[in-house]
């Protein structure tokens, strides 16, 4: 919904919806990436009702403590464009438009489960689908973020060959975030696959050189380069724990940090 359209009333400059957090201090704004398996249980697509309430409320409660929250979410749960191309029935980019769409779905069940918790919540969208999501306007997201609302970014960045990692890192510089927090299955950024070597080992941080030259695959190079460029970290933790994103928001040193060398702690090394 947009400000103006029934159901909604909007605020002035200076207040915030109801139940915003109001500081005297600046509020931390952090950008979350979700993937699409967020939303559904191991080994089923789709959006399941329990992973779905999660999700929500662990937004809510970080926000709830004073951060300014976006949310960029993956659509794998429903379409995975490389995947789709790959099999040779789709071109690549048709491929990536449908996996966009997946992204919406996502979005807009995200933002309706956030405002059913009281957390007001926006869509905003990179491609133009205006009956059920406004179009991403950096200054408009940037007042939403401001007035206390959850921003959740669909689409990616609205074009093909581009991963969510990288729409993530390219909204997180846009929209003046502090941190980039990556969701995952684990508790951080292992050596190796824990599942598969039960010898890996967790870093605890790494600086965005080493990431890239040990290939550890976390994010694409494209949101690890621009992420280090304008030096935002990137917090890599297990999103399923309970509290972790009040924790990361915090600032609790959980999961792994990736930062830029000058920022690192002196000795990184493995857990």
């Known amino acids: 919904m947009h400000p103006g359209e029934p159901g909604v009333q909007d605020v002035k400059d200076g207040q915030?919806?109801?139940?915003?957090?109001?500081?005297?201090?600046?509020p931390k704004?952090?950008?979350l990436k979700l993937s699409g398996e967020a939303f559904c249980k191991p080994g089923i697509g789709g959006i399941d009702p329990a992973e779905l309430e999660l999700i929500a409320s662990e937004i809510a409660d970080a926000r709830a403590k004073g951060a300014q929250i976006a949310v960029v979410?993956?659509?794998?749960?429903?379409?995975?464009?490389?995947?789709?191309?790959?099999?040779?029935?789709i071109v690549r980019a048709t491929a990536d438009?449908?996996?966009?769409?997946?992204?919406?779905?996502?979005?807009?069940?995200?933002k309706?489960?956030?405002?059913?918790?009281?957390?007001?919540?926006?869509?905003?969208?990179?491609?133009?689908?205006?009956?059920?999501?406004?179009?991403?306007i950096r200054g408009r997201a940037i007042r939403h973020l401001e007035k206390g609302r959850?921003?959740?970014?669909?689409?990616?960045?609205?074009?093909?060959?581009?991963?969510?990692?990288?729409?993530?890192?390219?909204?997180?510089?846009?929209?003046?975030?502090?941190?980039?927090?990556?969701?995952?299955?684990?508790?951080?950024?292992?050596?190796?696959?824990?599942?598969?070597?039960p010898s890996a080992t967790r870093y605890e941080s790494l600086t965005f050189d080493e990431a890239l030259e040990k290939r550890l695959g976390v994010l694409d190079?494209?949101?690890?380069?621009?992420?280090?460029?304008?030096?935002?970290?990137?917090?890599?933790?297990?999103?399923?724990?309970?509290?972790?994103i009040a924790r990361v928001v915090a600032g609790e040193n959980i999961g792994t940090t990736v930062q830029n060398a000058s920022d690192?702690?002196?000795?990184?090394?493995?857990?």
């Open 73 to 89: 979410v993956g659509g794998g749960n429903f379409v995975r464009g490389a995947e789709l191309a790959e099999r040779g029935d």
């Open 97 to 110: 438009y449908m996996g966009m769409l997946g992204t919406i779905i996502n979005a807009l069940a995200l």
């Open 221 to 244: 190079t494209a949101a690890f380069a621009m992420c280090e460029e304008h030096n935002i970290p990137i917090v890599v933790f297990e999103f399923k724990k309970r509290g972790n």
């Open 112 to 136: 309706d489960k956030l405002e059913s918790m009281g957390t007001p919540a926006r869509v905003c969208s990179a491609l133009e689908i205006r009956s059920v999501a406004e179009p991403f």
């Open 16 to 26: 915030t919806d109801a139940g915003a957090c109001v500081s005297e201090t600046k």
């Open 150 to 197: 959850v921003v959740v970014l669909g689409a990616g960045t609205g074009n093909p060959f581009f991963t969510t990692d990288t729409c993530a890192s390219l909204r997180a510089t846009e929209l003046g975030c502090s941190a980039l927090l990556k969701a995952t299955k684990v508790d951080g950024i292992y050596t190796a696959d824990p599942k598969k070597d």
């Open 264 to 271: 690192a702690t002196p000795a990184l090394r493995a857990e």
């Open 29 to 31: 704004r952090i950008l």
